[in-house]
């Protein structure tokens, strides 16, 4: 009785605990929902309340029919894709190695992966920037995506390999000792029962992509290359306080895909991300 109880306990405090995680991580969100269905002459009287009295929808209307919004979102989602791709294509032969074959040295060079995953893209962004100028890199959408997906490629990898660790090692024996080479292994085995796996570390690093800030804020000059979320910024900086409803809803529109994306996939980039740690 007192083992279930404690149980009990605990479990109120998980879940009390992430009641409050999502109320603190949620609110900024139902604000800006709030403020984007606004209208114009609302947002004068103050923005102490949260239900407006008038809802509209004009807003949203105006961002979607906006070509320079389009534009926005079109190059974020191109810069994303792209950079997912090229990901995938470094991360996948990287995380068969470091899963599959014997290496010397291979629990430093995965902690040296996790260590630069773990460096603030604020520390190498002058030198980035004095590196691309020197050789004229700036407003080059493959250029960009290469360092978008140096930025993820770690955290990928690290995905892949803890989900390529529970694919059973007698599989790759035997298609060795049908005379299968190990990039036989890789492409006939490896990669069709890794694809939950592959989906999922595809749509992190599109995610991620999606939500980048600093790179392409230093790498382009020209709005024709900018995405989303420096395009947000753009606008908010030439817009006075009565074009407030316009950039809530311009923020709302900007995370929507990622938030939509991870809810309708959350088990599987869960089941990824998780895939390897228990073994036996």
């Known amino acids: 009785m007192r083992a279930s109880t404690q149980n009990r306990i605990g479990d109120a405090f998980s879940y009390l605990f992430m009641i409050v995680a999502f109320v603190f991580f949620a609110w900024p969100l139902v604000w800006l929902l709030s403020l984007a269905l606004r209208t114009r002459k609302e947002i004068y009287l103050g923005v102490s309340r949260l239900i407006p009295h008038d809802p509209t929808l004009d807003n949203f209307m105006a961002i979607l029919s906006s ?3 389009a534009l ?15 990901c995938l294509i470094v991360a996948l032969p ?8 014997p290496m010397k040295g291979k629990g430093p ?28 890199l700036l407003d080059n959408q493959p250029a960009a995506t290469l360092v978008y997906t140096a930025l993820v490629v770690p955290m990928v990898t690290w995905i892949l390999k803890g989900f390529m660790d529970g694919i059973p090692k007698s599989l790759d024996e035997a298609a060795l000792i049908d005379g299968a080479t190990h990039f036989g292994v890789f492409f006939r085995v490896i990669l069709p029962l890794s694809k939950p796996g592959i989906a999922s570390a595809f749509i992190i690093a599109v995610i991620t992509g999606w939500s980048q800030f600093l790179v392409p804020f230093l790498l382009f000059t020209k709005e024709s290359l900018t995405p989303i979320a420096v395009g947000i910024f753009q606008y908010a900086g030439t817009q006075n306080d009565s074009s407030m409803q316009v950039l809530a809803a311009a923020c709302l529109v900007s995370v929507a895909p990622a938030i ?20 036996g």
């Open 72 to 86: 926005y979102l079109w190059n974020a989602l191109k810069l994303s894709t792209m950079s997912g791709i090229v």
């Open 260 to 279: 939509i994306a991870f809810l309708l996939l959350q088990r599987l980039i869960l089941s990824a991300m998780t895939a390897g740690a228990v073994k």
């Open 94 to 101: 990287a995380a068969y190695a470091f899963s599959r074959l």
């Open 109 to 136: 060079w995965l902690m040296g992966i996790l260590a630069f995953q773990m460096i603030s893209p604020l520390v190498i962004m002058i030198p980035l920037y004095r590196y691309m100028a020197s050789l004229n």
């Open 67 to 69: 070509p320079k919004f």
